[in-house]
């Protein structure tokens, strides 16, 4: 496994991040026992660097897979805005992922400056925890162009996790080729940079190969967090992020893996996707788009179309 130091900070994470998300009840819903599993598989092979949010409801799955191996760095999120919030967050996070220690603490989902300057109180406590030696780098994740460009002449800001894909998908005030130009900046001051979605929420698991390497080969991220729910799915993404061939009957497994779409609690109802599906599975019932899994392909066609990125493929 390849490492990278994130930035200034210090940190030294694995190329491959274990995104957690995907494990937990939004998406997954393995068993805290079947979840940490899969993260230990990944630890087994060389994999330092787990992300993580309050709000995915993953601290659980880590807390046990920790219990296996030290020295892992855990990044975390959270949506708080004031300081009090921020304070909860970080209690929470600590006793639930049964450390002392946060090793990276984000603003979850910052979307411009203005939304970064509403949620300042809670930086405050992120900075004043980090001052106490409770966390060690804090900073922004992010789908927007503006907020990295933002993110750049705001010194206290030491990561930024940005959405990072070969179609752009999911950024929502951008393309691709400006997120990189923003990153590029970031980057080259000294900002620790990990991409996400590097698959656009699963819509690009048909064009796998395609789409890591242009992640890959992206040289303004020093990590890339990747979501993960079998042993089968770490064990190909290490082979791929080492620059080894993924056997063809590891790719069959994973390839034979059920799969679901699901549509995020945060969709407006806009009908953007039910227009564009070809297979016409797509109504919108109570302002909220639903699929109809009889019809449905899992081509994720529907999901280009989606304003707020809240059609995922898992």
Request: glycine share 10%.
């Amino acid at each position: 496994m390849n490492y990278e130091i994130l930035g200034n900070t210090g940190i030294k994470v694995s190329k491959l991040c274990f995104g957690s998300l995907t494990l937990g009840p939004l998406q997954g819903r393995l068993s805290i026992e079947k979840g940490a599993e899969v993260i230990i598989r990944a630890l087994e092979l060389g994999v330092n660097f787990i992300d993580t949010a309050e709000y995915y409801n993953t601290y659980p799955y880590i807390k046990k897979a920790l219990k296996e191996k030290e020295g892992v760095v855990i990044a975390t999120k959270s949506y708080a805005y004031s300081y009090q919030g921020m304070e909860k967050s970080i209690k929470r996070a600590l006793n639930e992922l049964g450390v002392e220690q946060i090793d990276i603490f984000l603003l979850h989902e910052q979307e411009s400056f203005l939304t970064f300057k509403g949620h300042r109180g809670a930086f405050k406590c992120l900075e004043d925890a980090k001052k106490k030696g409770i966390i060690k780098a804090i900073g922004i994740s992010t789908h927007c162009v503006g907020m990295v460009r933002s993110a750049v002449y705001i010194p206290e800001i030491e990561i930024i996790h940005p959405i990072v894909n070969f179609k752009g998908l999911g950024i929502k005030d951008g393309t691709i080729e400006e997120m990189l130009k923003e990153i590029k900046k970031a980057y080259e001051i000294g900002k620790g940079i990990y991409g996400m979605k590097p698959l656009g929420g699963g819509n690009f698991i048909s064009c796998y190969d395609k789409a890591m390497e242009y992640v890959l080969n992206i040289p303004y991220l020093h990590s890339i967090a990747v979501g993960m729910r079998t042993k089968e799915e770490v064990e190909a993404n290490v082979l791929k992020f080492n620059g080894k061939e993924i056997p063809k009957s590891l790719k069959a497994q994973i390839n034979n893996q059920p799969r679901r779409i699901i549509v995020e609690e945060w969709c407006t109802g806009c009908g953007k996707c039910k227009l564009k599906c070809p297979q016409a599975a797509i109504k919108i019932e109570d302002n909220k788009a639903k699929i109809d899994n009889r019809s449905c392909v899992l081509c994720g066609y529907c999901s280009v179309y989606c304003p707020e990125f809240c059609i995922k493929i898992i």
